[in-house]
């Protein structure tokens, strides 16, 4: 359900929560905001591993996820993309034959300047005065054509992985393509 607020409002309509559609965050513009050590408040991203499955194996056939636009991926987009591809795995596949890694970091800090949205606010707040805003999240600044993730399995489980990060795939704002390639024996 959403609440209208204002119609001429920057980020046009909250979630119930309050929370901005994360719409508005998925264009890249302007410069990096990543230097934390200036910021203060940013908060924790919600994914935290990186690298699931058997680390050790060696694999035939890497399946790649490749973002087919620029966009910020917010961090619990990753998450959800994370959750899963992972979750597909592991009930298909036994966790020593594959290997599944996240390969972008959000180290860019989402800001929002937060509106009030009630009778008489307008008393209150300063509008688009000092509107730089406060950290909300983080995001991870993805390329056209680059890698966003990866797994790594032998020739019996291509599909099982093509429909894993078909899955994952779903949880991104960018459009994503499958690539496969054959690693070389050495």
């Given at each position: 359900m959403y609440v209208k607020v204002y119609r001429d409002?920057?980020?046009g309509l909250l979630l119930k929560g309050g929370t901005v559609r994360a719409r508005n965050y998925r264009l890249v513009k302007g410069m990096t905001y990543s230097r934390k050590e200036y910021i203060h408040g940013v908060p924790m991203p919600k994914i935290t591993k990186f690298t699931m499955g058997n680390t050790k194996g060696e694999f035939s056939h890497r399946v790649s996820l490749i973002a087919q636009s620029d966009a910020q991926v917010r961090h619990n987009a990753?998450?959800?993309?994370?959750?899963?591809?992972?979750k597909y795995l592991s009930s298909n596949l036994k966790a020593t034959?594959?290997?599944?890694?996240?390969l972008?970091?959000?180290?860019?800090?989402?800001?929002?300047?937060?509106?009030m949205a009630?009778?008489?606010?307008?008393r209150l707040q300063e509008g688009m005065r000092r509107a730089f805003g406060k950290p909300v999240g983080v995001a991870a600044r993805v390329r056209?054509?680059?890698v966003v993730m990866y797994v790594e399995v032998n020739e019996n489980a291509?599909?099982?992985?093509?429909?894993?990060?078909?899955r994952g795939a779903a949880k991104?704002?960018?459009?994503?393509r499958i690539a496969i390639e054959t690693k070389a024996a050495a």
């Open positions: 409002w920057p980020h990753l998450e959800a993309a994370r959750v899963a591809v992972n034959d594959y290997l599944f890694r996240i972008v970091y959000p180290h860019h800090v989402l800001r929002e300047n937060k509106m009630f009778a008489g606010a307008d056209s054509g680059q291509l599909e099982i992985a093509k429909e894993a990060l078909r991104l704002p960018t459009p994503c």
